[in-house]
């Protein structure tokens, strides 16, 4: 490639092939920063092959032979202990290459962490960072110069005599810019130390490293990518350097990857794992699989600090590197002999299994988790276990069908139902106030028998035929209003019945079946119609015993009257009074409160209460309202109502009866009634 006259150029220098990871990993850095300099890089000829000259032209710009400049005196080398540095000197060269404005040189130890484009605006002639070991003394790994033939030949002369206190190029350096350089800040050349770390200073300035120069014979190639020093801060900044690395050369099974993984250490011996196959079998089983082997060593993780900048540019996913296995098909044809033994496996792999739960409490982590305030919710408590069967539950409708008092219901029934017992069906549990009362029980089935004659037509309904059983079934629960159809109008469905189990054939049976509960009684001891006949009886006492007693707000109806409870008038009602009404007690008054207004009728606007004697005395709302006990409630009858029109069975479209047989007429009293 051409070059233009006065170009900023990032400039560095290869001696060796066995820097060429070194070399690629500075420039790629450099670019993945985005720069947008030039790149270029001096090297001898004749101590770099040509091979790697090629690899630093696919990164390279300008890749630029110069001669070597040795170190004739070497001794002061020795005192450092790198007489490999016997050719720093060749550095100088870079003071020659005038064709370019202004060279920020950097070493081809160093990883960018940025580009550090800023320098190339600098207005001295020479400008480098401190040196670690040594302060005062720059360190020549980067340096921002301007190339002029005077400096040139100034430096050639010390070189040429010897003179440099360590025998390198930073020596020589020192010497002829001591006094007129421009020092950089240390983030431009930040050289870090295995032993040693200003670790605060480290924490405090990472954010701003520009450049972290690996000083030192043992160079992050050199050491291999499993080598940790155990100091968290080299390793991070190892990390990065290895980071570029994988990014660009790791997995890429192509020459330059070929070629760069020659000078780093352990890369083709890992690329080249194979299995240890036992020489008895690798002779008859001669093809060995190739393994990629898994490397633990992650430096991803440590290449990027999310937290405070963003992703590297033209950086792979995250998972880029992620540890994959390839195998090669084996294409021998002699038949597998397995080996005569294979390796125990490992005696010291075995997971213990913990003999008790854990009680410890796990360590609270995040803030909230200590600083949680004690939980205020109450909890109901847990559901009471499943309620031990009743004695209604017990006596089931299977064990019914057992007692000699009840006949087995011939017909299938749903298996639910109770079936039609005599027992059962004067046990109802549940029944309306009215359902005793005479009068009401007439009207609904005079109501039932004329809807059914008149849905179905008399000839059905005279028609049908009924059992003695059934009719006296009829009549028992006619006066019942339910959803459910009756017995009649029921159809009899499709289900099977449910098994019924045979008489047992001797107690010990029973016994060996059912253990005895304690303080039941024995199975053969229990006569279940007896008990229920006692339980039917029981309820009706009860219910006797409440009706007796008139509850708030209740009315009585005669000395065993049920109770009517009390209920709110329709809105826009409450102060509507039947012309025919009168109040027979306070207590079956609304709550509702009074206005003191007067106006209107006394029977609206008054309240009525009862005294001593049963008499009415007409009480004011104002006399209502002072806390004088009520008079004590008397017995109360009221005369039964007329039953005048349609009942709750009345259904829309349908006429009511008006009197006792609402049957209607027969063909033959049709016939009178027509002539
Ligand atoms: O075998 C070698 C040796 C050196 N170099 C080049 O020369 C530079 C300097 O050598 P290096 O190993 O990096 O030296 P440092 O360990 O960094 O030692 C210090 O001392 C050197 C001699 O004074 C200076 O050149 C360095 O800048 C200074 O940091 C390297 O970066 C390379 O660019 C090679 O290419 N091949
Ligand atoms: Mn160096």
Do not use: C
């Not at 847990?382 to 009743?390: F, I």
């Not at 059905?460 to 009549?475: H, L």
């Amino acid at each position: 490639m051409a070059i233009t006259k006065g170009e900023d150029v990032y400039a560095s220098l290869l001696l060796n092939d066995g820097y060429l990871p070194g070399a690629l990993v500075l420039a790629h850095s450099l670019r993945d920063s985005g720069t947008n300099k030039k790149l270029a890089i001096l090297i001898t000829p004749e101590t770099v092959s040509n091979e790697v000259v090629e690899q630093l032209q696919t990164v390279y710009d300008y890749v630029i032979p110069v001669e070597t400049i040795q170190n004739d005196r070497p001794a002061n080398l020795f005192l450092m202990n790198r007489p490999d540095l016997h050719s720093a000197f060749t550095k100088i060269n870079l003071w020659k290459q005038t064709q370019f404005r202004k060279i920020v040189y950097i070493d081809a130890d160093v990883v960018a962490y940025r580009a550090p484009d800023e320098l190339f605006d600098l207005p001295h002639a020479f400008s480098a960072a401190p040196d670690i070991g040594w302060p005062d003394l720059f360190n020549t790994g980067v340096m921002v110069l301007a190339p002029n033939m005077g400096d040139y030949y100034a430096l050639l002369a010390m070189a040429e005599r010897g003179i440099s206190f360590d025998g390198a190029d930073q020596g020589l350096l020192n010497m002829h810019f001591r006094n007129t350089y421009n020092r950089l800040s240390f983030t431009y050349n930040v050289t870090p130390s295995a032993h040693y770390q200003y670790i605060p200073a480290y924490k405090h300035f990472q954010s701003s490293i520009n450049l972290v120069h690996f000083i030192g014979s043992e160079k992050p190639w050199v050491q291999g990518r499993t080598h940790t020093t155990g100091s968290g801060t080299y390793d991070e900044m190892i990390g990065r350097w290895w980071a570029v690395y994988d990014r660009h050369y790791r997995n890429n099974s192509n020459k330059t990857t070929d070629v760069v993984e020659k000078f780093v250490k352990g890369e083709q011996q890992q690329r080249n794992v194979s299995f240890q196959i036992p020489p008895s079998q690798s002779q008859s089983h001669s093809t060995q699989n190739q393994i990629t082997p898994y490397n633990t060593y992650n430096s991803y993780g440590q290449s990027w600090d999310a937290a405070r900048n963003s992703p590297p540019a033209g950086s792979k996913p995250e998972a880029a590197n992620f540890p994959n296995s390839h195998y090669k098909m084996s294409s021998s044809t002699q038949q597998f002999v397995a080996p005569a033994r294979y390796p125990s496996p490992p005696k010291d792999m075995w997971y213990k299994v913990p003999e008790a739960a854990p009680t410890q409490k796990t360590a609270p982590i995040f803030p909230w988790e200590k600083q949680a305030p004690a939980p205020t919710r109450v909890f109901a408590e847990p559901p009471p276990e499943q309620r031990k069967p009743s004695v209604a539950s017990i006596v089931t409708p299977a064990s019914a069908t057992r007692s000699p008092t009840i006949e087995p219901k011939s017909e299938a029934v749903t298996p639910t139902t109770p079936g039609s017992a005599n027992t059962w069906t004067s046990f109802t549990t549940r029944g309306n106030a009215w359902d005793d009362v005479p009068e009401i029980n007439r009207y609904v089935d005079a109501l039932q028998k004329h809807r059914r004659s008149g849905s179905k037509g008399s000839a059905a309904a005279t028609s049908r035929p009924t059992s003695p059983g059934r009719a006296q079934s009829r009549s028992r629960r006619s006066s019942r209003v339910t959803d459910f159809p009756t017995e009649d109008d029921r159809p009899s469905l499709p289900v099977t019945p449910a098994p019924i189990q045979g008489p047992r054939s001797s107690r010990g049976e029973n016994a060996r079946q059912f253990p005895a509960a304690a303080g039941v009684p024995a199975q053969s001891e229990w006569d279940p119609a007896a008990q229920l006949e006692k339980l039917a009886l029981h309820q009706q006492e009860t219910l006797q015993k409440l009706g007796e007693r008139p509850a708030f707000g209740g009315l009585a109806i005669g000395t065993a009257g049920k109770e009517i409870p009390a209920r709110a008038l329709p809105f826009g009602s409450e102060d509507a009074r039947s012309p025919t009404y009168v109040a027979q007690s306070p207590s079956v008054l609304s709550p509702k409160p009074l206005r003191a207004s007067t106006t209107g009728t006394n029977s609206v606007r008054r309240i009525l209460t009862i005294d001593e004697e049963g008499g009415n005395v007409p009480l004011t709302t104002t006399e209502k309202k002072t806390p004088s006990p009520l008079p004590t409630q008397p017995s109360i009858t009221i005369a039964p109502p007329s039953y005048q029109g349609p009942g709750a069975a009345f259904e829309k479209g349908e006429d009511f009866p008006t009197h006792e047989t609402p049957a209607l007429p027969t063909e033959e009293e049709r016939d009178v009634l027509e002539t």
